[in-house]
């Protein structure tokens, strides 16, 4: 049976290699639906392409244009559109690849409506976490995770009551071998030189910060229900071993393979079949030669403990750490402030924080809205 898709954030990196293994594995699936920002010119593209029946972008003067263009497709704009989608009865799984807490409320609505969610966005686990995983459940939903490390994870994982550890790798980012002095000076174009993956502007910085590690754990701690104190970060400079599951006879199983991520996208949009996709080579375990680990460098990286902090505090701490780096991150790609002023400014707005316990989706959407703010003043103060 042919699994009918949408995709949130159709012309954004996730997006745009999902489509990709759509192209390689078309007798499984048909795009019922897409969504884009400002991107027209690629989401012309791909209605061409792929003929969806319903269509959102960012604003309403690109609605227009585009539904000269195309009369048969119906168009929406803005969060309505999203969620208008979300909402969709004809399809099967939606796949989540915006960025940012735009993908939340979504989210939400497609679990209501009881579709499966291949989920690329990692601010609706960190915001809200507790509420997604509890609607998913009681909604039957699955939510099948795109991050390469959670999709790792999700592989090796089998009985959840005999895990002793997750193991989350973390390649070290493009600072790995710096010095903070190094770092203290380091501009915009080697912050975004990743070594082993290509990605988003946002989520690049946040792999050189490893505040994006510090995520995936708030992550996994939610989509798999371990305990903080049970995930470990490790550096693995190859980006072989996406992750690993250890359990409590001492046996790790781990997930491997070259660093792409068509297989994690595939295995989502396809589970729980494995069918041959955009990647054909197969892993060259000689080539490959030699795999290292090393402990992070919390001195260096301390946004990753940070995380750790926001995570077991719980409440709205990991919606103000979260907003906080945000806009930190848009300053530093802005070249309004250094790179290690991003930690600086988001540990500044985390401890001045005052949470909120068992908080709802408006509560949450209401405290990143004025962590926001304050962390943007707070820019302001410093330039």
Known sequence: MRKKVAILGSTGSIGTQALEVIDKI??????????????VSLISEQIEKYSPKVVSVKDETAVRSLE?????????????????????????ILLVAVSGKIGLKPTIKAIENKKDIALANKETLVMAGDIVMKLAKENGVKILPVDSEHSAIFQCLSE????????????GGPFRNSTKEEMEDADLSEALNHPRWKMGKKITVDSATLMNKGLEVIEAHH???IDYDDIKVVVHPQSYIHSAVEYNDGSIIA??????????IQYALTYPKRVEGVETESFDFVKASKFEFFEPDLDKFPSLALAFEAGKKGGTYPVCMNAANEEAVFAFLEGKIKFLDIYKITKNIFDEYTPVQNPDIDVIINEDAKVREVTKKLIAEKL
């Open 160 to 171: 959840r009551s005999e895990v002793k550890h997750l193991v989350i790798t973390s390649s």
């Open 68 to 92: 000269k263009k195309y009369p048969n497709v119906n168009f929406f704009c803005g969060e309505n559109g999203l969620l208008h989608i979300a909402g969709l009865d004809e399809i099967d």
């Open 223 to 225: 989509l798999f229900d």
């Open 255 to 264: 997930q491997i393979g070259n660093p792409s991520m068509h297989i994690p």
């Open 26 to 39: 078309s007798d499984e699936m048909d795009v019922i639906a897409l969504s884009a920002g400002n991107n």
